[in-house]
DNA sequence: CTGACTGCAAACGTTTTGCACGGTA
DNA sequence: TACCGTGCAAAACGTTTGCAGTCAG
């Protein structure tokens, strides 16, 4: 569990208690859609309404807490900023996981063969993750 | 000049005049969004609805013509399928360029390092291209 | 000739907005 | 206490659908 209402406060927005809960459930998932973080958070806040996690979600971005990852063939999910990573997403269970890669040779290669300045990269690697593979 | 007809057929769907300007406008643009097409192909089709731009843009992903690019930041873009390649997004002119870059060492360490059986890989590097570059 | 396609308008699902009330700092 | 944030309902937005007429093969 991590302190919530410092890194909000940090970042310029207050502590509520729906900010926390909605913080506490991307951070236990990891990444989290619109509709499944509804969910989860109405459980434990169950009068909170869409229009606030929607405007907490927008805030929160806007304010470098969160950043939207956009996947091929399924809704974006919502994690906390950390240090760069890239995304596995598995077709069949639809989990997704952090992966870490030394992308510094292709960046590197792309910068000097376009004169192209990167700035950020966005991997997503689809298929079949190892849990799928044994159960089929 | 691509024989979009064929292609068409080839792919089940009528070649119908519509489709032939929605394929040439993507062609000549190489990535465009829904907005951006539907404004070029009115210029040649101005009858054309945007319901038709849909539909056909859907049906021509369903049967493998088009492909959809998910952007940070932007609208998603369509592109003909080709070759198997990646994209540079400048955050300033909003430019697409593909790129190839020789990315078997990092998916065969992935696959190997997670067990996962990667079947499609999507890579955008974001930041600045040469133009932009030289403009400012 | 027949099934597929088009264009219109209506419907739909998702996201945003306006506003009165409430809570954080 | 001042301002930011919440919740509701309505509005806006992007996309899909139903249907009658049309066209490609």
Redesign the interface.
Known sequence: MKDFTTLLRTHNLKATPQRLIILENIYNDGHINIDNLFDKVKQTFNSISLATIYKNINAMIDNSILT?V???NTKSVYEIIKQKHYH?L??NCQSI?D?E?D?SS??N??SSR?????????????????KC?LDN
């Open positions: 939207e956009k996947l091929p596995l598995c077709n996981t992966i890669i992308t292709i960046i290669d792309i376009y004169h192209f300045q990167v700035d950020k990269s966005d991997l997503v690697l689809s298929g079949i993750c190892q593979l």
